[in-house]
């Protein structure tokens, strides 16, 4: 499956926001690549484990091309950056930098225990509260 209906999707939720809350209003070009950001770690996040349930069945698609463990660090990597573009953005207090950074962190343990069996979940969590942080921009 491509993540790039995913980054789309996640991409266009300030835009969207935005334009209901205040349609005069634009919001700053840099969240809609947080949402990208976001949109593409929760789909690697999710197919990462299935892996190799997918390639057995001869099923294509990013995570099945990285393999699960590359696609579990991409998606690491995807949280941080759109964890640091968030804190220039929101001009995040030390402590809310430390916030997102320390979930971002426990993402990334997530991803190592139980061959990522709880990665999932702690992608969630982090991109529910960067989505609720880019609505409060947005």
């Known amino acids: 499956a491509s ?3 995913y980054a789309f999707a996640f991409a266009a939720i300030p835009v969207i926001v935005s ?7 634009q919001p700053p070009w840099s969240l809609a ?3 990208a950001l976001l949109g ?4 690697l ?7 190799s349930s997918d390639r057995s069945v001869q099923r294509g698609g990013l995570a099945v091309r990285l393999g699960s463990v590359p696609s579990r660090v991409l998606s690491v990597l995807m949280l941080g950056v ?3 573009v968030l804190t220039v953005v929101l ?4 402590a809310q930098a430390a916030g997102l950074a320390g979930l971002v962190g426990a993402a ?3 991803a190592a225990i139980r061959d990522g069996a709880w990665f999932f979940p702690a992608v969630l969590v982090v991109t529910g509260v960067g989505v609720l942080a880019v609505l409060m921009v947005g």
Request: aromatic letters at 0%; charged letters at 5%.
């Open 45 to 51: 996040a999710n197919t990462a484990a299935e892996v």
């Open 40 to 43: 593409v770690a929760v789909h």
């Open 82 to 84: 759109a964890a640091a």
């Open 91 to 94: 001009e995040a207090t030390p």
């Open 108 to 110: 990334a343990i997530a």
């Open 3 to 5: 993540p790039v209906p």
């Open 33 to 35: 690549i947080v949402g």
């Open 19 to 25: 334009s209901v809350v205040s349609p005069s209003a």
